[in-house]
T-cell receptor
Framework: DGGITQSPKYLFRKEGQNVTLSCEQNLNHDAMYWYRQDPGQGLRLIYYSQIVNDFQKGDIAEGYSVSREKKESFPLTVTSAQKNPTAFYLC???????????FGQGTRLTVV | QQQVKQSPQSLIVQKGGISIINCAYENTAFDYFPWYQQFPGKGPALLIAIRPDVSEKKEGRFTISFNKSAKQFSLHIMDSQPGDSATYFCAASRETGANNLFFGTGTRLTVIP
């Protein structure tokens, strides 16, 4: 089945620790995205990548980092510099310059 | 600055009724207007989308109405069912990639039997 796989589904992190969220897609899409979702707010773009080995900051990139070493994979690291990391994180992909985005099932990150 | 404004924040509808969710935008360069449906603990899934060359698009019980002059668009769910209970997000973009996709704040729909 084609789709986007995010793991883990739930993640707990202690304050001061970095944590990496996984995102893999087999849709053969060139573009991949990370969004953050908070209650009562829309989705906010963290980072996006339109090609391997290249990525761009979105609206709320501070405290996050990404890499794009393979077309299929776009991991997101939430660093200790992110002041309020507890949120639902969504990975998405699309064809380049297409606005139809396909989303994964999300990772809920909780800082304890 | 919220590029897309969505209302209401929550909506309760009786089974069989019509659910209506409204969105407004400012940027006249937007040319793609999707609606996403999200169930609890899941990622959003594209429900239906419209481009500004048409005023209405219907897919089954779901209809988008688009008013270009008013810069507004809305989702109508006819014969609402309990299985439609979810959060709905409108969005808008220029057709230049999902990095330019701006989302509304979401409407939590509850359909009661």
């Amino acid at each position: 089945d084609g789709g986007i796989t995010q793991s883990p589904k739930y993640l707990f992190r202690k304050e001061g620790q970095n944590v990496t969220l996984s995102c893999e897609q087999n849709l053969n899409h060139d573009a991949m995205y990370w969004y953050r979702q908070d209650p009562g707010q829309g989705l906010r773009l963290i980072y996006y990548s339109q090609i391997v080995n290249d990525f761009q900051k979105g609206d709320i990139a501070e405290g996050y980092s990404v890499s794009r070493e393979k077309k299929e994979s776009f991991p997101l690291t939430v660093t200790s510099a992110q002041k309020n990391p507890t949120a639902f994180y969504l990975c998405a992909s699309s064809r380049v310059r297409a606005s139809e985005a396909f989303f994964g099932q999300g990772t809920r990150l909780t800082v304890v | 600055q919220q590029q897309v404004k969505q209302s209401p924040q929550s909506l309760i509808v009786q089974k069989g009724g019509i659910s209506i969710i409204n969105c407004a935008y400012e940027n006249t360069a937007f040319d793609y207007f999707p609606w996403y449906q999200q169930f609890p603990g899941k990622g959003p899934a594209l429900l239906i989308a419209i481009r500004p060359d048409v005023s209405e698009k219907k897919e089954g019980r779901f209809t988008i109405s688009f008013n270009k002059s008013a810069k507004q668009f809305s989702l109508h769910i006819m014969d609402s069912q309990p299985g439609d209970s979810a959060t709905y997000f409108c969005a808008a973009s220029r057709e230049t990639g999902a990095n330019n996709l701006f989302f509304g704040t979401g409407t939590r729909l509850t359909v009661i039997p």
